[in-house]
């Protein structure tokens, strides 16, 4: 069993950054895919990045590319999200979750397997 747990959100204004962490444990966290995704009230979740086992690949949506990085630590178990130039649309409760059986990286939510409690973004324009 996979318990990823993620930190680092807050209230920040937008143009701000704001570095999120998803600290993993219970499973071979160097042997998984990794994402990142988010849901704002009343829309669906949708995918903001992904990175593949060895942090050689990464994916990011179009809305956050250029401002968006993931990144991870096979070492620490942990998979990074920094964002910078944040705007209000980037309000969202962010969730990181991991692709354990095939380690590909997915942009769907349904192809992960183990999920995250979430951290509230909040971005005042």
């Known amino acids: 069993q996979v318990q990823l747990v993620e930190s680092g959100g807050g209230l920040v204004q937008a143009g701000d950054s704001l570095r999120l962490s998803c600290a993993a444990s219970?499973?071979?966290?160097?042997?998984?895919?990794m994402g990142w995704f988010r849901q704002a009230p009343g829309k669906e979740r949708e995918f903001v990045a992904s990175i593949s086992w060895n942090g050689r690949d990464t994916d990011y949506a179009d809305s956050v590319k250029g401002r968006f990085a993931i990144s991870r630590d096979n070492a620490e178990n942990t998979v990074y999200l920094q964002m910078n130039n944040l705007k209000s649309d980037d309000t969202a409760v962010y969730y990181c979750?991991?692709?354990?059986?095939?380690?590909?990286?997915?942009?769907?939510?349904?192809?992960?397997?183990?999920w995250g409690q979430g951290t509230q973004v909040m971005v005042s324009s």
């Open positions: 979750a991991a692709e354990t059986l095939w380690a590909t990286m997915f942009r769907t939510p349904d192809e992960y397997d183990y």
């Open positions: 219970g499973g071979t966290f160097s042997n998984y895919a």
